[in-house]
């Protein structure tokens, strides 16, 4: 484990959406790291195919949301 430096702007973006998606900040960078190491492995993939991706890697079964 180690110690990452980001700035005071990220630091708040990040403590703002840790608040609304019930996370650490620490979770919601790791998060934010996470799909954006993603994203650059797979450019041609949304933000929401590599989510639905990691669910399907993780066996979780996805229920559709009405029309």
Known sequence: MGIVKIDDDMHEHA???SAVMCR?????????MKI?????ASPTMSFNDIVKAQFMAAHVR?????A
């Not at 650490?24 to 934010?32: H, L, M, V």
């Not at 954006?36 to 650059?40: Q, V």
């Not at 996805?62 to 009405?66: F, M, N, S, T, Y």
């Open 15 to 17: 403590r703002k959406a």
């Open 24 to 32: 650490s900040i620490n979770a919601q960078a790791e998060f934010w």
């Open 36 to 40: 954006g190491m993603l994203a650059e």
């Open 62 to 66: 996805l229920v559709e949301a009405a």
